[in-house]
């Protein structure tokens, strides 16, 4: 949880108002430094980097004295949005007493330079008839939701906002002059309740609690507004901090200017996908997943999550990858693939069975999308040595246990058998270890095991190495065989919610004989998801979105619709569109004592889940786009997860600029007059693909034309 002094503060002063840390959101640039990101709480109040302080606000109602923080109020009263429903331009909207406040919140600048910014309006409006007089506070504190010390502090010498002492640098500016403002040492929300502020132009603790205190004292006519603007420049903290300081000064009253050019930026990152369904949460949800996964990014490497995650993890880094590379974010993609490929083994449980059998799937599933054999013969060694892993693991007498020199949970090094990543094989099969045990890995092992070697299989047919492809070939074939004959004599490994994770989606294993076991699946869906009344995954949403979308690929769309539907009503970020992992406490441990910010910041005093979680995000990012299109036995699937209630008259839904195995689709399904005929064209693809479309139960075949485009119909 939060720092030990924190703790401590904030038992000894129950009157402090101790941030949220129920619901968290970041801000930053794509590839930016962790120590960058913005963590944002509902209310829209934000630390500007890691270990910086937050920045608050709050009002208060003079004739009544009554007082209204976000860090207490419901969080159904704080409605969140993004810009046009996805882009990161963060509002929080509230009525307080006939005051309608709309927050808005975004990051500029570029790590480059050091530009880094925070940039907010607070716009209020009285809707009530009457006069409101009310008192506005922004208060900078050391509590925030990734709050550090602040142990200096002094008014701006414009007197319109916060700069630090020693090192003379802004930290928050305003584009009007506040009423009253000041500085003291503690926490500034008991002020705030009597309606004060403190009287000092500076201050210093060298325990690192100085706050900052600007009171805006307003009275507003019946639908009078009013509003103001800040800036928050990200300074350096830690090393270099006298060398290399942030660059970026308070320029508030550029608000409106800069906020277009960010949302410009980042309209033109997606400018070459999109989507047309009659669904609003949908479309918002598929380019939401996709940019808080770019958010969480640092340099080369994809992230699961800011502050609970600041480190590598190959399970589920590979789902991240996969979900850039078909958004069209190769030259992303590609350089953590490259981090993938170099490293066999990395992630916080450090070396796990399932990992080669990934690195292989990262490595060639970038090569189908883009064609590049010069790339592709530069990774194949990487290929080859991961290959060797899988041979040895089905083969091995002995564990075999590795130690990784990447970044792994403190506690890893305490237990004696990490880096263990299989037992003593056992007919044929690999007795791989994943999530500290083997039991419930034995069927997610042998399926990325399976899946490994046969893309490496297709990597070597590619370059022309014909003795590695029947190499690969004959050993999937036997670990196929020992897998189908294993799994007869333990019928119990289909109970595993990790086996029915990966047995299609996105292993592949069974995918040329779905009928083998498509009725232990349907069995397991039954007992632990229900049929009518659907049972949701409490913990591991992953896993539940990977299981719908092994549902679709079963062709069971209703199934997959329902899981989809139902993340989209029960968002974990309400209204961005993030979903979890764990909750209640359950599951957070590896970020609570693992490498992790939580434990030194001055916020996060609960830590009840990880979000938005990357693996998460990758897996409904993933779920929704196999919806619309999905490579499928040697071909593409098109629209084989649309919902029934979007098939009526008239209907049309697209896609266009999808990454594909067959090249860059564009697709139209249109309903007739009537609702009983689907009409279906596609282009963007290479020549002679095998097309399936998969609408109401029924289904349709085709093959593109040789200028890539195929059309056919099908009646409903």
Known sequence: ????????????????????????????????????????????????????????????????????????????????????????????????????????????????????????????????????????YIALRSLGPAGGPVADLMIAPDGRGFWLCERRLPLLGFDCAPTRVGCGVGDPSPLARQGRVPHAQSMHDALGWCYGLACFDLTLQAGQSWQVHFDCPQQSYGVLTHELPGTAVPRPELFDLRCQAHLAEWRGRFADI????????????????????????????????????????????????????????????????????????????GAEGDAPGQGIWAIVEHYRITHDKLWLAKVYPDVRRKCSWLFDMRRTTKPIQILVDTPVLPRVHGERNSGVICLPAQDGIIMGVMDHGVEQAVGWVNHWALCGLREAAYAARELGLTMDAALYDTEADELAAALESYSA?????????????????????????????????????LQHRGNEMYRPEPY?????????????????????????EYRLQCQDLPGLYGWREG??????????????????????????????????????????????????????????????????????????????????????????????????????????????????????????????????????
């Open 583 to 716: 909750g209640q406490g359950v599951g957070t441990e590896n970020a609570v004592l693992g490498a992790t910010l939580i434990g030194q910041i001055r916020g996060c005093q609960r830590f009840d889940s990880i979000m938005p979680h990357g693996w998460a995000q990758a897996e409904m990012w993933l779920l929704q786009r196999a919806m619309l299109v999905e490579e499928w036995k040697r071909g593409l699937l098109l629209f084989a997860g649309i919902p029934r209630h979007w098939l009526g008259p008239n209907a049309r839904l697209a896609f266009h600029g999808l990454a594909t195995w067959y090249g860059r689709a564009s697709a139209e399904l249109s309903i007739d007059e009537h609702g009983r005929c689907a009409h279906i064209s596609a282009s963007g693809l290479r020549g002679d693909v095998p097309i399936y479309v998969r609408l109401n139960e029924r289904g349709a075949e085709a093959r593109s034309a040789r200028d890539g485009t195929v059309t056919l119909s099908l009646a409903l």
């Open 540 to 564: 591991w949403l992953y896993f539940e979105l990977a299981q719908a979308h092994n549902a679709l690929l079963f062709g069971e769309p209703e199934r997959a619709w329902q899981v989809l």
């Open 274 to 349: 999109d989507i047309q369904v009659p669904d609003s949460d949908f479309r918002n949800a598929f380019f939401a997943g996709l940019q808080h996964m770019l958010t969480a990014t640092v340099r080369d490497q994809v992230r699961i999550a800011p502050l609970s995650y600041p480190l590598p993890w190959l399970r589920d880094s590979v789902f991240i990858i996969r979900s850039l590379d078909l958004a069209g974010f190769h030259d992303l993609a590609r350089a953590a693939t490259e981090h993938c490929a170099q490293r066999d083994f990395f992630g916080g449980f």
């Open 1 to 136: 949880m939060a720092s030990y002094d924190t703790r401590q503060k904030l038992a000894r002063h129950p009157e402090w108002i101790a941030p949220r840390s129920d619901r968290r959101v970041f801000l930053g640039e794509p590839g930016g430094p962790e120590a960058t990101k913005t963590t944002v709480e509902p209310g829209n109040v934000f630390s500007p980097g890691m270990r910086t302080f937050g920045v608050t606000w709050w009002l208060r109602f003079p004739d009544t004295g009554d007082f209204f923080a976000t860090e207490t109020a419901p969080l159904e009263s704080l409605r969140w949005s993004y810009e046009a429903g996805h882009l990161p331009l963060l509002h929080c909207t509230v009525n307080v007493r006939g005051l309608n406040v709309r927050h808005s919140l975004f990051q500029d600048g570029a790590a480059d330079d050091r530009s880094e910014a925070v940039c907010g309006q607070l716009h209020m409006t009285n809707t009530t008839q009457t006069t409101l007089s009310v008192q506005v």
């Open 489 to 525: 004599r333990h019928p119990d490994i289909f109970g595993q919610e990790r086996t029915m994770s990966s047995l299609l989606w996105p292993t592949r294993a069974w995918e040329e004989a779905p009928d083998l076991i498509k009725g232990m699946f349907d069995t397991w869906w």
